[in-house]
C-alpha cells in the first residue's frame, strides 16, 4: 500500500496537461520498465510499452494528461488571459494558484477577477465564468511577462499538492488519471510475478481530456484483441448528490463499467463484463457494476478501432473529479490492480 501511495504522490504532484505529458510520460516509462520488454514512444505521444507473450494480446491503457490551462495572449498591464484545456467547472479555477510551464522556466501565478466589493448586487449572484478570469503572474507590463517566458501557448497547471487524510484516502489534483496510471503500474508489477501466457500492451495516452485522441492513434497501432482502461469515475457517497446519479461508494472496491454516457460512449461486451466479474469472484475482489448517463473515457475510442476492441473499464472511485482536490481511497487502486492482474492471467480461458 505504501508504495502505492508514493507513486500516486509522486504523479498527482507532477505536472503534465493535454498535449504536453512529457514529464507524466518519463515517470510512467521509468516505473514500468522493470515489467516490459519494449518500449517506444509513438508519433503522437503515446507511450507503448509491451510484455511479450501469446493471444490473446491485451491492450491496458490510462490517459497521462490532466487538465489545464493555456495563455492565450498577455495584455498591456501583464495579465495573462487563458483557455481551458480539458472540462473545467469554472468555479474550481477563480482565486487558485497556477503554474505556468514556460520554456524559460517556471512561473507562479495566481487567477483572480474582479472582486466583489467592485461588483454590483445582481453581479454578485452570478457564478464568475473563465472567461472573465486572468491569471497575475506580477508583471508589470506585457514586456515584462515576455522577458519572463510568458507569451501565448504556454501550458499551465494548478499548484496543489498531494496529502494525506484519514482511513488510507487521500487528496490532491489530477487523480483523474493519474491514480489508473498508478493502478496500471501496480497491476503490470503483480502482473510479472504470475504466470501469464498473453502479450500485455501497457499505455500511456495523451490528450484523453481533449478528445480521446492517443487512445484511438494507439489502439490502431496496436490492433490488440481486448483491451482494459483505467480511470477514475464519479463516487456518489458525499453530500449534493444522490445513489439514482451515482451508486459508486469509495472504499467498496473498484468499479467495472458496463455502460456510460446513457450508451453513447462505451456499452462494454458482454463476455468482457462476465470475465472481469467472474476473475473478481474467483479472487474475492470486491468491485462495483457501474451504469452511467454521463463522461465516458478512453474505452470509447478503443473498442470502436478497426473492426472492434472488446472493451471495459476498471475505475477507481473518486470525489470532486476535475477539482483541484480530488479524493480517492487507496485501497480501491489495490484492488483494481488486482483485478486486472488476475484478469490479465486469466485471460486465454476466456478468450
Same mark, same amino acid.
Given at each position: 500500500?505504501?508504495?502505492?501511495?508514493?507513486?500516486?504522490?509522486?504523479?498527482?504532484?507532477?505536472?503534465?496537461? +493535454?498535449?504536453?505529458?512529457?514529464?507524466?510520460? #518519463?515517470?510512467?516509462?521509468?516505473?514500468?520498465?522493470?515489467?516490459?520488454?519494449?518500449?517506444?514512444?509513438?508519433?503522437?505521444?503515446?507511450?507503448?510499452?509491451?510484455?511479450?507473450?501469446? +493471444?490473446?494480446?491485451?491492450?491496458? &491503457?490510462?490517459?497521462?494528461?490532466?487538465?489545464?490551462?493555456?495563455?492565450?495572449?498577455?495584455?498591456?498591464?501583464?495579465?495573462?488571459?487563458?483557455?481551458?484545456?480539458?472540462?473545467?467547472?469554472?468555479?474550481? !479555477?477563480?482565486?487558485?494558484?497556477?503554474?505556468?510551464?514556460?520554456?524559460?522556466?517556471?512561473?507562479? *501565478?495566481?487567477?483572480? %477577477?474582479?472582486?466583489?466589493?467592485?461588483?454590483?448586487? $445582481?453581479?454578485?449572484?452570478?457564478?464568475?465564468?473563465?472567461?472573465?478570469?486572468?491569471?497575475?503572474?506580477?508583471?508589470?507590463?506585457?514586456?515584462?511577462?515576455?522577458?519572463?517566458?510568458?507569451?501565448?501557448?504556454? /501550458?499551465?497547471?494548478?499548484?496543489?499538492?498531494?496529502?494525506?487524510?484519514?482511513?488510507?484516502?487521500?487528496?490532491?489534483?489530477?487523480?483523474?488519471?493519474? %491514480?489508473?496510471?498508478?493502478?496500471? =503500474?501496480?497491476?503490470?508489477?503483480?502482473?510479472?510475478? !504470475?504466470?501469464?501466457?498473453?502479450?500485455?500492451? %501497457?499505455?500511456?495516452?495523451?490528450? @484523453?481530456?481533449? *478528445?480521446?485522441?492517443?487512445?484511438?492513434?494507439? %489502439?490502431?497501432?496496436?490492433?490488440?484483441?481486448?483491451?482494459?482502461?483505467?480511470?477514475?469515475?464519479?463516487? *456518489?457517497?458525499?453530500?449534493? =448528490?444522490?445513489?439514482?446519479?451515482?451508486? =459508486?461508494? =469509495?472504499?467498496?472496491?473498484? &468499479?467495472?463499467?458496463?455502460?456510460?454516457?446513457?450508451?453513447?460512449?462505451?456499452?462494454?461486451? @458482454?463476455?468482457?463484463?462476465?470475465? !472481469?466479474?467472474?476473475?473478481?469472484?474467483?479472487?474475492?475482489?470486491?468491485? #462495483?457494476?457501474?451504469?452511467?448517463?454521463?463522461?465516458?473515457?478512453?474505452?470509447?475510442?478503443?473498442?470502436?478501432?478497426?473492426?472492434?476492441?472488446?472493451?471495459?473499464?476498471? +475505475?477507481?472511485?473518486?470525489?470532486?473529479?476535475?477539482? /483541484?482536490? $480530488?479524493?480517492?481511497?487507496?485501497?480501491?487502486?489495490?484492488?483494481?490492480?488486482?483485478?486486472? &492482474?488476475?484478469?490479465?492471467? +486469466?485471460? &486465454?480461458?476466456?478468450?
Amino acid at each position: 500500500m505504501e508504495q502505492i501511495n508514493e507513486n500516486l504522490q509522486l504523479f498527482s504532484n507532477a505536472h503534465g496537461v +493535454s498535449g504536453y505529458e512529457g514529464n507524466i510520460r #518519463q515517470l510512467l516509462e521509468d516505473k514500468l520498465r522493470p515489467y516490459v520488454d519494449d518500449i517506444k514512444v509513438d508519433k503522437l505521444g503515446n507511450l507503448i510499452t509491451t510484455r511479450n507473450g501469446s +493471444s490473446p494480446s491485451i491492450m491496458i &491503457a490510462a490517459h497521462m494528461d490532466e487538465i489545464g490551462l493555456m495563455s492565450k495572449y498577455i495584455d498591456d498591464k501583464g495579465f495573462v488571459h487563458f483557455v481551458k484545456l480539458g472540462g473545467w467547472f469554472d468555479q474550481t !479555477l477563480h482565486s487558485q494558484r497556477v503554474i505556468l510551464h514556460t520554456e524559460k522556466g517556471d512561473i507562479y *501565478g495566481v487567477i483572480g %477577477a474582479k472582486p466583489p466589493h467592485a461588483m454590483k448586487e $445582481e453581479e454578485r449572484k452570478k457564478m464568475v465564468e473563465a472567461e472573465n478570469m486572468f491569471i497575475d503572474i506580477g508583471a508589470k507590463d506585457d514586456k515584462d511577462a515576455e522577458a519572463m517566458g510568458v507569451i501565448p501557448g504556454v /501550458p499551465i497547471t494548478l499548484d496543489r499538492q498531494f496529502v494525506r487524510l484519514a482511513n488510507n484516502r487521500v487528496t490532491g489534483k489530477s487523480f483523474d488519471d493519474r %491514480a489508473g496510471c498508478v493502478l496500471m =503500474i501496480e497491476a503490470m508489477r503483480i502482473i510479472s510475478e !504470475l504466470d501469464v501466457s498473453s502479450t500485455v500492451y %501497457a499505455v500511456g495516452t495523451v490528450q @484523453e481530456e481533449v *478528445g480521446l485522441k492517443g487512445a484511438r492513434t494507439s %489502439a490502431f497501432g496496436l490492433d490488440p484483441d481486448l483491451a482494459l482502461v483505467t480511470d477514475v469515475t464519479v463516487s *456518489g457517497d458525499h453530500p449534493g =448528490i444522490e445513489k439514482k446519479h451515482s451508486a =459508486i461508494e =469509495i472504499g467498496k472496491g473498484p &468499479a467495472i463499467t458496463i455502460s456510460d454516457a446513457g450508451g453513447r460512449g462505451l456499452i462494454a461486451t @458482454e463476455k468482457v463484463i462476465k470475465w !472481469l466479474k467472474e476473475t473478481a469472484k474467483q479472487h474475492n475482489i470486491d468491485i #462495483q457494476p457501474e451504469v452511467a448517463d454521463g463522461g465516458t473515457t478512453d474505452a470509447t475510442a478503443i473498442h470502436l478501432t478497426k473492426c472492434g476492441i472488446p472493451s471495459s473499464v476498471i +475505475s477507481v472511485p473518486s470525489r470532486y473529479i476535475h477539482s /483541484p482536490v $480530488e479524493v480517492v481511497d487507496l485501497e480501491d487502486i489495490k484492488k483494481g490492480a488486482e483485478l486486472l &492482474a488476475r484478469a490479465v492471467e +486469466s485471460a &486465454a480461458r476466456f478468450f
